[in-house]
């Protein structure tokens, strides 16, 4: 497999110092395959940020799907952590969060799984009425990682973080207006319009405040204490549940296509 990224799979338009990377795998919903991802994380590593002053992170218009989430067939087949430091996903969730220049999702269709991580690693969300946001581990088995929790517990409040998690029930969009998930739910025919105006205000503003502030923000939000033994205990949790027979069968029953029947092993 070769090492460049294939950059179709995402496409980078820049205009009024606004860069707009677009998800562009539409056979394949925009699941977060390692193709994609390295195309995302090349396009966001690639923008000269004297140019660039904010970014939009679409998927190509029309599509029902804004992302169908991790590609699950790219998921370890057990005895390995399905969400490591390394994994693709994860590497792209730190280049949105790192990057020194906002990052705004502008939504329209529906967000899964670890999309939703990657849409609440933007700095903002601009949503119509045709988005819905689900985070779907139970679905699989899956034991999600704690840096991604933490990426939740910034966000939003413990409740709703469990009956998304618990159920992997989708939030449309009004409810996610009313729980502030997303910044503002716009009409699908303004969308466009609306976040390209967001983004252009900000390229106004002076970028070097604007990067301290959201690194700021990012170090402070993040920062959890943890002790040692406890880290290791959640991670020798996470362990059993990754190298269960469940998380076989999760994975199993999407790929054939069938519902998931889960024994609690
Ligand atoms: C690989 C896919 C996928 C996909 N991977 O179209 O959150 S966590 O912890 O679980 C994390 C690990 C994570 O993100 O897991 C993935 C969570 N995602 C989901 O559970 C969504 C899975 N996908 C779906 O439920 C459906 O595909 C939706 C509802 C998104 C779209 O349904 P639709 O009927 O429009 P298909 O299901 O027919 O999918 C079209 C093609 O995309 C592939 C799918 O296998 C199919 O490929 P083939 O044409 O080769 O059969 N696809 C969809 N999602 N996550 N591949």
Same mark, same amino acid.
């Given at each position: 497999m070769s090492d460049m990224p294939q950059?179709?799979?995402v496409t980078v338009e820049?205009?009024?110092? *606004?860069?707009?990377?677009? $998800?562009?795998n539409a056979a394949k919903r925009n699941a977060l395959s390692r193709a994609l991802?390295?195309?995302l994380i090349a396009g966001l590593k690639g923008l000269d940020l004297r140019d *660039?002053?904010?970014v939009i $992170?679409?998927?190509a218009p029309g599509l029902s799907v804004w992302s169908a989430g991790h590609d699950i067939k790219e998921l370890p087949r057990g005895h390995e952590d399905p969400?490591?430091?390394s994994d693709p996903l994860e590497r792209a969730l730190r280049a949105i969060r790192e990057l020194p220049v906002p990052v705004i999702a502008m939504v329209h269709g529906t967000v899964w799984g670890g999309a939703f991580d990657l849409v609440l690693s933007c700095d903002m969300i601009v949503a119509d009425e045709t988005a819905s946001f689900a985070i779907t581990p139970v679905n699989l088995g899956l034991p999600y990682n704690t840096t991604g929790l933490l990426h939740f517990i910034g966000r939003l409040p413990m409740n709703l973080i469990k009956e998304m998690f618990f159920t992997a029930t989708p939030l449309k969009?009004?409810?996610a207006e009313r729980w502030h998930v997303v910044n503002h739910l716009v009409p699908s025919a303004e969308l466009e319009s609306f976040t390209r105006a967001l983004a252009e205000g900000m390229t106004t503003k002076a970028p070097m405040a604007v990067a301290v502030i959201k690194e700021q923000l990012r170090v402070l939000a993040d920062y959890q204490p943890i002790a040692a033994q406890v880290f290791e205990r959640i991670q020798d949790m996470r362990r059993q549940v990754y190298e269960s027979a469940d998380f076989q069968e999760g994975i199993n029953a999407f790929l054939e296509k069938r519902k998931a029947v889960f024994q609690g092993i």
């Open positions: 950059l179709d799979l820049i205009a009024n110092r *606004v860069a707009t990377l677009t $998800l562009n991802l390295d195309a *660039v002053r904010a $992170l679409r998927a969400l490591g430091y969009a009004e409810a």
